[in-house]
């Protein structure tokens, strides 16, 4: 087997299927919410490896600036003959915590975190191919909570070690990305990954993503319906092969695991937290400790006279999540992908294996959740969070979006390997805009 790894440290690389690589012809897709195009064209996934570098491969750096941390995916794409449309060949992926909104203080410092990421790509892409790479950085949710002032800090801070770079750096290199584009590329990625943006018989999937500071649902509506009863900054149009498709997606800043943690503790939006302690029915009874998110430091314990369990728990959740979010009809019976938080959490759980993932119902989140807030004691030396975790996840589900007991959940972490990530369809985007076609 050859050995991708290319620099020191933690790096998975991906490669896919060459089933996969006959399946994806051409692709392209027109936000008409935005009145913006966008075109994802030739791009085939992989059949080898980084270290191979030839003469007809390229790459794509991708950075994902998310709340609680900062990744980067460099892809590698190669192209076989002139005729033939390129292929996605593999990933490498590298992560830092904590996430750049950490540093809104200290923007240099934030940018510091990606210049050692960076470093990965130079040892990665090979010199003579630098010139050419695209190095891209996109902040999520973290970022859009900051003020502006402190959020283009940070973002100038990272231009500059971009600059600095050998690699090129295309215009709006470093930005904080629309929510809507952050559900898009998750639901391409995914799809993209599954094989379902190929042939007649198109399933796709809908993707739903639980950050830190924010959650997404995407899915493309089946009935006319849910066209009618959703709200127009819901829907947006795109292409693909000759199809218009409208996609339903959301991004709900706020409603991330950690912001609503602090939510539920009463703590978001709170002007001076020095000092206060935020109590949960949630949380260990005797529990009084600190906790550090966004550059915040917190300090929470649990209800040391009053309740603590299950039931209040939920009751407390409820107020977060009842009445906030739009339901559509539609998605009561289907199914759909769940990555990032959700996954993490079944995986902390035993609900799920870490690397094979698996298929849930959303009542097992809530099994699972009676069975650890109901036993705080027993689940001491796991995340002191995790009752509120488990609380917030299936109340989300349920009386958030409005799924079923019974609907199903794909826990995915990688789709052949790769990462179910917006990043790669960001990436697919990027590469198209620039006429990077060998
Ligand atoms: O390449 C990635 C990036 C993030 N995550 C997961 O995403 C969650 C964290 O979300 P993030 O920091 O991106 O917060 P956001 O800015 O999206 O709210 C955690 O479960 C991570 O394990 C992941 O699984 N793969
Ligand atoms: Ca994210």
């Known amino acids: 087997m050859l050995n991708c790894l290319r620099s020191p440290g933690k790096m998975a690389v991906s490669r896919l299927p060459f089933f996969l690589a006959l399946a994806f012809s051409s692709l392209s897709f027109v936000l008409s919410h935005w009145n913006r195009e966008m075109w994802f064209q030739d791009f085939f996934p992989p059949n080898m490896c980084p270290i191979n570098a030839k003469d007809n491969t390229f790459y794509g750096i991708m950075f994902d600036a998310g709340s609680t941390g900062t990744r980067i995916h460099i892809y590698t794409f190669v192209q076989k003959s002139p005729e033939n449309l390129p292929e996605l060949e593999g990933e490498i992926f590298e992560s830092v915590k904590p996430g750049l909104s950490a540093y809104a203080d200290q923007p240099e410092k934030g940018a510091e975190t990606v210049k050692r990421l960076l470093d990965m790509a130079i040892d990665a892409v090979p010199p003579h191919l630098w010139k050419k790479t695209p190095v891209v950085l996109k902040a999520t949710a973290g970022l859009r909570l900051l003020s502006e002032e402190k959020a283009q800090s940070l973002l100038l801070e990272v231009r500059e070690v971009f600059e600095e770079s050998p690699f090129l750096v295309p215009e709006d290199s470093v930005s904080i990305m629309d929510g809507s584009y952050e559900g898009i590329l998750a639901w391409i990625t995914v799809n993209f990954l599954t094989g379902q943006l190929s042939g007649q018989n198109q399933h796709t999937v809908g993707t739903l993503d639980l950050g830190g500071a924010s959650t997404q649902i995407t899915f493309l509506p089946r009935f006319e319906e849910t066209l009618k009863e959703t709200p127009g900054d819901f829907l947006t149009s795109f292409e693909m092969f000759n199809s218009t498709y409208k996609l339903y997606t959301h991004s709900y800043l706020g409603f991330g695991l950690k912001a609503a943690r ?6 978001l939006n709170v002007e001076a937290v020095d000092g206060q302690m935020f109590r949960s029915s949630c949380l260990p009874k005797q529990l009084e400790a600190e906790w550090h998110f966004g550059g915040v430091k917190y300090q929470y314990g649990g209800n040391k006279e009053g309740e603590t369990g299950f039931k209040p728990c939920y009751l407390e959740v409820l107020k977060v999540v009842k009445g906030k979010l739009h339901q559509p009809d539609e998605i009561r019976g289907s199914s759909f992908y769940a990555f990032s938080y ?11 294996d870490y690397e094979k993932g698996g298929v849930l119902e959303v009542r097992d989140f809530e099994r699972k959740a ?13 995340s002191p969070f995790l009752c509120m975790d488990l609380v917030y996840i299936t109340a989300l589900l349920k009386e958030g979006f409005g799924f079923r007991d019974n609907t199903l959940l794909q826990l995915t972490k990688k789709v052949n390997n790769v990462e179910t990530s917006w990043t790669l369809g960001a990436t697919f985007h990027l590469l198209q805009s620039l006429g990077i076609t060998y």
């Open 262 to 267: 602090l939510a539920i503790l009463g703590a």
């Open 342 to 352: 959700y996954y993490d959490r079944a995986v902390d759980t035993n609900l799920i």
């Open 370 to 382: 009676e069975e650890v807030c109901d036993n705080m004691e027993k689940y001491n030396s796991s």
